[in-house]
């Protein structure tokens, strides 16, 4: 009787013990860039100041910045403080807390697709366009400068960060129809 209580108790704590990697947040020995890269993209994707993420078996990625930063490719490019993804081979499917600087606009970044790796291009579906990049631009992690203060621009996005500078830009616009300084169309 006591050996079979024994075995019963075991089987609880074996099976207790495997649930801890899903209950808990373990350090992850790979960095994030070198995730990136065996999954077919490339290590400079994501900037240097990555401070921790999570990657669930289904691929939901969670990526977490030492803050909100700004850095540059071809083109400027805002990470917020955590950036959300579906990794899978060569893409990163449904972005949020990234966006891209083009002609004066930030525009979110919805996806990002490697097709062809010989190719040497690689996708950012912005939404209203695609636009293809060389490859070359990503292959080091890039230092993100912190977002400060003084540098304020418009991101138009899903975030708060959208709501605060819309209702800045609405507020200076008002204090030009004011002043008479309406831009005519």
């Given at each position: 009787?006591?050996?079979?209580?024994?075995?019963?108790?075991?089987?609880?704590?074996?099976?207790?013990?495997?649930?801890?990697?899903?209950?808990?947040?373990?350090?992850?020995?790979?960095?994030i860039h070198d995730v990136l890269v065996s999954r077919g993209l490339?290590?400079?994707?994501?900037?240097?100041?990555?401070?921790?993420?999570?990657?669930?078996?289904?691929?939901?990625?969670?990526?977490?910045?030492?803050?909100?930063?700004?850095?540059?490719?071809?083109?400027?490019?805002?990470?917020?403080?955590?950036?959300?993804?579906?990794?899978?081979?060569?893409?990163?499917?449904?972005?949020?807390?990234?966006?891209?600087?083009?002609?004066?606009?930030?525009?979110?970044?919805?996806?990002?697709?490697?097709?062809?790796?010989?190719?040497?291009?690689?996708?950012?579906?912005?939404?209203?366009?695609?636009?293809?990049?060389?490859?070359?631009?990503?292959?080091?992690?890039?230092?993100?400068?912190?977002?400060?203060?003084?540098?304020?621009?418009?991101?138009?996005?899903?975030?708060?960060?959208?709501?605060?500078?819309?209702?800045?830009?609405?507020?200076?616009?008002?204090?030009?129809?004011?002043?008479?300084?309406?831009?005519?169309?």
């Open positions: 009787m006591a050996n079979l209580r024994n075995k019963k108790s075991s089987s609880v704590y074996t099976f207790v013990f495997s649930l801890f990697p899903l209950l808990f947040s373990v350090s992850h020995s790979t960095s490339p290590a400079g994707l994501l900037p240097k100041e990555v401070k921790s993420y999570t990657l669930a078996e289904d691929g939901s990625l969670e990526v977490l910045l030492d803050g909100p930063c700004l850095t540059k490719y071809e083109n400027r490019v805002f990470f917020d403080s955590v950036v959300r993804a579906n990794l899978t081979y060569g893409s990163l499917i449904g972005v949020v807390g990234l966006t891209q600087e083009e002609l004066f606009l930030w525009l979110p970044v919805k996806d990002i697709i490697v097709d062809d790796p010989k190719s040497g291009l690689i996708l950012f579906d912005i939404g209203v366009a695609h636009k293809q990049l060389s490859l070359s631009l990503f292959e080091e992690p890039p230092h993100c400068k912190p977002q400060g203060k003084p540098f304020s621009f418009p991101i138009f996005s899903s975030s708060e960060t959208e709501n605060l500078f819309i209702k800045e830009r609405m507020l200076k616009n008002e204090g030009r129809k004011e002043k008479g300084l309406e831009a005519v169309r």
